[in-house]
Structure formats: structure tokens, C-alpha cells
């Protein structure tokens, strides 16, 4: 968070309070590859360190929302108890998340969130892709005041910097510019795992430059929530979506976690 501090914007954190491999899955997916991947080694957002850590961030400034589970897309009961959960150690209501994988069903999944008293979901976009496939603006899928932050670019979409800088960073002053010209809300989705520069190299550069290239053109740099809160929700067109969806198909290529 020091990128964004020393920067002076916020974003926002999602927590994942998702279910143990060996506590609450099936025995037959214990030694399976997508067992592992999905529910092995998951932090639990009540331990004390984990604790400490959210309520940390909350007291800076960053958002802290919900981050859905995997299944929880389609499982209206489990996205009530994962959010009960971020709420009893934050101390207090969410406004918005995300789900894990990006994993919708539309209309259904806004549906739960908005009925769990959510304000606003950022899980509709593509993992591998980016750009505004979306459009250039919010969208109201009930009309009312639950919004739908469509996702421009996650950082597993563009080329790597560590191997490309140059190109890398050519997609994301490309977005820039091209939200600028259209007025555009720019959703950018960086997992904090992609900003330790020995693993990751070039990811800390690229997301810094991000920021502040926004910022020398003028926009409004910040979290979803905050966002929300400045929106004039009567400004934005109502969206009828149609019905599709269920766990996305690319979960080797990525585990949103912010």
C-alpha cells in the first residue's frame, strides 16, 4: 500500500473468507489439482494477525468490501455467512465486492448482492482480456441503486512487464487515454501478490505509473465505494442484462484477491 499512499489515493481491498480444503470439501478432491488450487492454504480473515491487518487498512483510508467465494456466485446462504464474517471483524457494513474469479450469473448473483444490502459488484469483465467491453460507464441492472462497476483491465491481461515494459505499459496508456476521450470509468484490478518486485518484476512500476499517469491526466483516482458515494445515481442509464453465466472456465490463469 506504500505505492498508493506515497500517491495519495485509495483503493480497495476485498476479503475472501473462502471454504478449507480439508474441512469442508469432499474427500475426492483433496489430491485434485483444482482442490488445491481453490481451497488449500486460504487465509481466515478472523485469525488475529489477518484481524489486525484489515482493521489496519480500514483505519488508512483503503475500501475494505467483500470478496465472494468461489461458489457463492450461486449460493445466496454462503454469501450472506462470508459476509457476516468481513463485517463482525471490520465492525461494520460493506458496501460492495467483488466475486472470486470473477464468477457471475446474471442477473442472479447482483440479485444476492443486492439483497444482502451490497451497493455496487465489480465482477463483470474478462480475466485475460482487457478494455471497456463493457462500455464506458456504470451500469443500474435493477434500476435502482445497485451498481455495476464493469473491469477494464486486471494486471494478468496485459503483456508482463518484467519481459516487456514498453509494451506492457503501451495497453495501459492506450486505456488511459481512451477513458479519457470517452469519459470513461476505468476499473483496474491489481493483486497485491503482482507487486512483489522479485516474483513479479516491472508489476510495482507499472501500477505506480498507472496511478500517477491518471492523475497527470486529470481523473478521479480512487475505490469503487468512494466512488459510489459521489455518484448521482439518477445520471446513470438503467441496464437490462441478459441471464447467462456461472463459475467462469479460467481459473488456472488467476485468484482475484484485492
Not at 480497495?12 to 492454504?41: H, N
Not at 471497456?132 to 441492472?141: A, D, S, V
Request: proline letters at 5%.
Amino acid at each position: 500500500m506504500a505505492i498508493e499512499d506515497d500517491l495519495g489515493v485509495r483503493s480497495a481491498c476485498y476479503i475472501l473468507d473462502e471454504q478449507r480444503l480439508f474441512r469442508d470439501r469432499p474427500k475426492s478432491e483433496w489430491v485434485t489439482m483444482q482442490g488445491v488450487q481453490l481451497f488449500a492454504g486460504r487465509y481466515d480473515p478472523r485469525s488475529p494477525g489477518v484481524r489486525e491487518a484489515i482493521r489496519a487498512l480500514d483505519e488508512g483510508g483503503w475500501e475494505i468490501g467483500l470478496h465472494g467465494s468461489y461458489e457463492s456466485f450461486d449460493d445466496p446462504e454462503r454469501l450472506r455467512a462470508e459476509k457476516a464474517t468481513v463485517e463482525s471483524v471490520l465492525g461494520r457494513s460493506v458496501l460492495g465486492g467483488r466475486q472470486h474469479y470473477l464468477n457471475l450469473k446474471t442477473p442472479d448473483t447482483w440479485a444476492h448482492q443486492r439483497s444482502l444490502g451490497l451497493r455496487y459488484d465489480c465482477s463483470l469483465g474478462i480475466s485475460d482480456e482487457y478494455g471497456f467491453h463493457h462500455g464506458y460507464g456504470l451500469r443500474r441492472p435493477f434500476g435502482d441503486e445497485f451498481v455495476v462497476f464493469p473491469l477494464t483491465v486486471m494486471e494478468q491481461s496485459i503483456p508482463d512487464p518484467g519481459a516487456d515494459y514498453d509494451e506492457a505499459w503501451q495497453v495501459c496508456e492506450d486505456l488511459l487515454q481512451e477513458a479519457r476521450e470517452e469519459g470513461a470509468v476505468m476499473s483496474v484490478l491489481w493483486h497485491l501478490r503482482h507487486l512483489a518486485p522479485r516474483e513479479f518484476p516491472g508489476h510495482r512500476r507499472i501500477y505506480r505509473n498507472l496511478i500517477r499517469r491518471a492523475q497527470e491526466l486529470g481523473a478521479w483516482v480512487g475505490s469503487p465505494g468512494a466512488f459510489y458515494d459521489l455518484l448521482d445515481l439518477d445520471d446513470l442509464d438503467r441496464w437490462d442484462v441478459e441471464p447467462t453465466g456461472g463459475a467462469a472456465d479460467t481459473a488456472a490463469t488467476g485468484e482475484p484477491d484485492r
